[in-house]
């Protein structure tokens, strides 16, 4: 147990993947413009990167590394990606039309998103079993999901600020971001 909550917090706070990493950032800088849509986005993560690390790692567990065939692990793990995500589009499309709208062209972008396929690919190099993929996964997805929101929050409200003309946009998101990254620093001292 104790092992599992170090994997967790370890993903989610102190190697978060987006701030720590540096994987995923075309969802996590165009999506979180607005703070709906930013945990939208960071749900379908969750959802997908939990999946898939249940689904990867039982593929190569019982089927790639038994029958000598890890070489074609990263092509089995982007077809495991890429079937989940057009699942949650589907989902969404139906139950959230407004959300679906307002993910636009960065749902489908969860498909290609190294965060995914590389949290796939942490599993199998520091040969964790089922339940640590699992694990994992899920909390690499929720601090994804702490990341895109914290980073919608501050955009909402750096809207309604004084900012100087060659910092407005994508320059102010990009110090934010950074300013973000240094501040999760702090958790490296937990584990």
């Keep these: 147990m104790k092992e599992l909550l170090i994997i967790g917090v370890g993903a989610a706070l102190v190697n978060n993947v987006v701030l720590s990493q540096f994987l995923g950032l075309?969802?996590?800088?165009?999506?979180?413009?607005?703070?709906?849509?930013?945990f939208g986005m960071g749900m379908?993560?969750?959802f997908v990167l939990t999946i898939s690390s249940l689904i990867t790692s039982l593929i190569y567990n019982y089927i790639l590394k038994p029958f000598d065939l890890v070489y074609l692990n990263t092509i089995v793990f982007i077809l495991v990606i890429?079937?989940?995500?057009?699942?949650v589009e589907l989902i969404i499309k139906k139950y959230s039309p407004s959300l679906y709208e307002a993910l636009g062209v960065y749902l489908p972008l969860i498909t290609t998103n190294c965060a995914v396929l590389g949290v796939a690919l942490i599993n199998v190099t520091k040969e964790y079993d089922i339940l640590q993929s699992v694990v994992n996964g899920l909390f690499t997805a929720i601090g994804f999901t702490i990341a895109i929101v914290?980073?919608?929050?501050?955009?909402?409200?750096i809207e309604y600020n004084d900012v100087p003309e060659?910092?407005?946009?994508m320059p102010i998101v990009l110090v934010t971001a950074g300013l973000m990254s240094i501040a999760f620093l702090g958790f490296?001292?937990?584990l």
């Design 26 to 38: 075309c969802p996590f800088l165009g999506v979180s413009k607005k703070l709906k849509s930013a």
């Design 166 to 169: 060659s910092f407005k946009g």
């Design 44 to 46: 379908a993560v969750v």
């Design 188 to 190: 490296s001292g937990i």
């Design 82 to 87: 890429a079937a989940l995500v057009q699942f």
């Design 150 to 157: 914290i980073l919608a929050g501050i955009r909402e409200r």
